[in-house]
Nanobody, 119 residues
């Protein structure tokens, strides 16, 4: 299993930006981000394949978020702009050989990083 360590979460005002990072212990084909808000199910946010040629976003993230990868350092980033209070959640990094928008496509998960957006 791959070890994943997220960082970059925090408290930000609505309209602000944050960049999440996830460092992997070794290279994986697909790396993605999911989030879980209190009382809600975990939901897909974004994913990228190895080269970045195939990226997918949730509808809520398509315009405001951007996923990118540094394959030399085995890090995946999630740049989040124009944050809204409804983006408040614990954000989880995931890695696997399949990827996609379902959690089942990933074998390894990070511990999560809290993102709180105040209005």
């Amino acid at each position: 299993q791959v070890q994943l360590v997220e960082s970059g979460g925090g408290l930000v005002q609505a309209g602000g930006s944050l960049r999440l990072s996830c460092a992997a212990s070794r290279r994986q084909y697909a790396m993605g981000w999911f989030r879980q808000a209190p009382g809600k199910e975990r939901e897909f946010v974004a994913t990228s394949n190895w080269s970045g040629s195939e990226v997918e976003y949730a509808d809520s993230a398509k315009v405001r978020f951007s996923i990118s990868r540094d394959n030399v350092k085995n890090i995946v980033y999630l740049q989040m702009n124009n944050l809204k209070p409804e983006d408040t959640a614990v954000y989880y990094c995931a890695a696997g050989q399949i990827g996609g928008q379902r959690g089942g496509g990933y074998d390894s998960w990070g511990q999560g990083t809290q993102v709180t957006v105040s209005s």
